[in-house]
């Protein structure tokens, strides 16, 4: 729910916009409401479908001053309480909002062939929707010092859920740019299990089970099948073919092209993703969720996968498109996906043959400790044998694969302190020497940045972790929402947004601060 106030010189009016809860369809209402004086409005509405290429057909609704609009399998209805007049392809109105005077506009969204959606009543619209997210917020249990920006992190993760599924898309939007005017736009309007993990953590210590087990249940039916055919990311639903193609149509967010739908990305091979599942799960059944019987069984068989193919090059964390390579987080990932077994196995009495996973799990530490470090520096590096650094290596001692302490940690944080923070603010990697495939240039990674925090944190330089997160909370727009990147210099938002890693990793950040 938003509320933008406008004030002019003959008087002030406020819109209120929300997606209402219950009902059925997916709607939008507008309220506006006189505050003070007059106010002169204009309404103008554009319809289109199919990325902006069909122009639907427009009819008068039989009631009232509303209008529909089919094309194809496509169907919306504005419900609204002035007159409309069409000029040329668009919709307009021109009105006067005074003192006290409410006037609502309803637009819903449902397939050509059913009925049109119902209209709700406005005001019970809102009251519903308005008490629903009160509760949310009330039920949440979050305390510290960063209360309000971890409560509208969580808020944020919550809107990004797909309530029928349990899936949480990476940000509600493709194809904004990492830098201006660049290349790399992407379409992240799907489930990353990556992020979408973090998210678990994320809602668990807050007391947010309901969210946390409908993520894992989504995830239990997304990786349901063979554990060769695990993907990158899904749908809201589970869905596995998310091809990518360009809108050659669409000039791009101030002209940053091309625009991306779907995203090739989904066929990639990331051996990180089994840490990460494996943590999640791990994570929930310490959390108290009621374990799934199938749980374990798919987890071993995961497993029984990792194990036969970690020493295997893959496209690493970042999705590169410049080949595969022998990615120095993906093999600390691999660790931890062991390692989180054989703590589920021991903790929760579950069968497994410990002895074997013990066994490979030191055997993976020990490969990355020979082959990930740099020779000359003593840091880790992105992959092996390679100069470049990483960001991801951060998390090395906040997945204790070693300590914050180690002489290796240490010189990493260095590095990138030296090589990847130009301006104050993390970038994941050097982008002009890095063989990715895409031209360079892009802002900083927030969440790389909040991993950052974490890791001052546990090194104790607890002024620095301070000084770190105040600077990237301040990045936050005027409703405290975040995107993926930054410029440092600016401060200007870059990338898709608002961004569930980004919001997932302050949260983060803020409970490591919170507990050293």
Not at 253 to 264: E, H, S, T
Request: proline letters at 7%.
């Amino acid at each position: 729910m938003l509320e933008t106030v406008f004030t002019t010189p003959t008087g002030e009016v406020a819109v209120i916009d929300l997606m209402p809860m219950g009902g059925t369809g997916t709607s939008l209402l507008r309220i506006v409401e006189g505050r003070r004086g007059r106010v002169p409005m204009r309404l103008d509405l554009v319809l289109r479908f199919d990325y902006g290429a069909v122009i639907p057909w427009v009819t008068r609704l039989p009631e009232g001053h509303g209008l529909q609009a089919v094309a194809g399998p496509d169907l919306v209805v504005l419900h609204s309480p002035v007159k409309l007049r069409g000029e040329g392809l668009t919709t307009t109105a021109r009105f006067t909002v005074a003192a006290g005077e409410s006037l609502a506009f309803t637009l819903a969204h449902g397939p050509s062939h059913e009925a049109p959606p119902p209209l709700r009543e406005p005001s019970a619209a809102l009251e519903e929707t308005t008490a629903f997210w009160a509760r949310w917020h009330q039920h949440g249990r979050v305390a510290g010092p960063h209360e309000a920006l971890v409560r509208r992190s969580l808020l944020t993760l919550k809107a990004l859920t797909h309530a029928p599924t349990g899936g949480m898309v990476a940000a509600p939007t493709t194809s904004l740019p990492e830098q201006p005017g660049g290349t790399r736009n992407w379409d992240y309007r799907y489930c990353w299990l990556r992020d979408a993990a973090l998210a678990l953590r994320a809602f668990m210590p807050a007391g947010y089970f309901d969210e946390a087990r409908a993520w894992r249940d989504w995830l239990h039916r997304a990786l349901a099948g063979s554990p060769s055919q695990v993907r990158v990311m899904y749908g809201v639903a589970g869905e596995r073919r998310l091809p990518e193609w360009e809108v050659e149509w669409l000039p791009g967010f101030q002209g940053a092209r091309p625009v991306r739908i779907g995203n090739g990305a989904a066929g990639q091979v990331q051996h990180d993703l089994f840490g990460v599942v494996m943590q999640a799960l791990l994570d929930a059944r310490e959390g108290g969720l009621p374990a799934d019987p199938e749980s374990w069984s798919l987890q071993r068989a995961l497993i029984d996968h990792l194990a036969a193919t970690w020493e295997l090059p893959d496209d690493g964390i970042w999705e590169v498109r410049g080949g595969r390579r022998h990615f120095t987080f993906s093999k600390v990932m691999a660790w931890v996906a062991i390692d989180r077994s054989i703590q589920a196995a021991e903790r929760h009495g579950l069968k497994a043959p410990l002895a074997e996973w013990r066994t490979l799990r030191h055997r993976i530490h020990q490969t990355v400790c020979a082959h990930g470090i740099h020779p000359e520096r003593g840091c880790f590096t992105q992959s092996f044998g390679s100069p470049a650094l990483d960001a991801s290596l951060l998390q090395i001692p906040l997945l204790g694969f070693l300590p914050a302490s180690d002489k290796r940690v240490t010189a990493t944080i260095a590095a990138i302190e030296q090589d990847l923070m130009p301006q104050g603010l993390v970038l994941r990697y050097d982008t002009r020497e890095a063989m990715d495939g895409l031209p360079p240039g892009e802002g900083a990674f927030l969440a790389c940045s909040f991993w950052l925090v974490e890791a001052y944190a546990l090194q104790g330089r607890r002024a620095e972790a301070e000084a770190l997160f105040t600077r990237l909370a301040a990045l936050a727009n005027d409703v405290g929402l975040l995107a993926e990147m930054a410029d440092p210099a600016t401060g200007r938002l870059l990338g898709n947004f608002p961004q569930a890693f980004s919001h997932a990793a302050l949260i983060a950040a803020a409970a490591r601060l919170a507990e050293t």
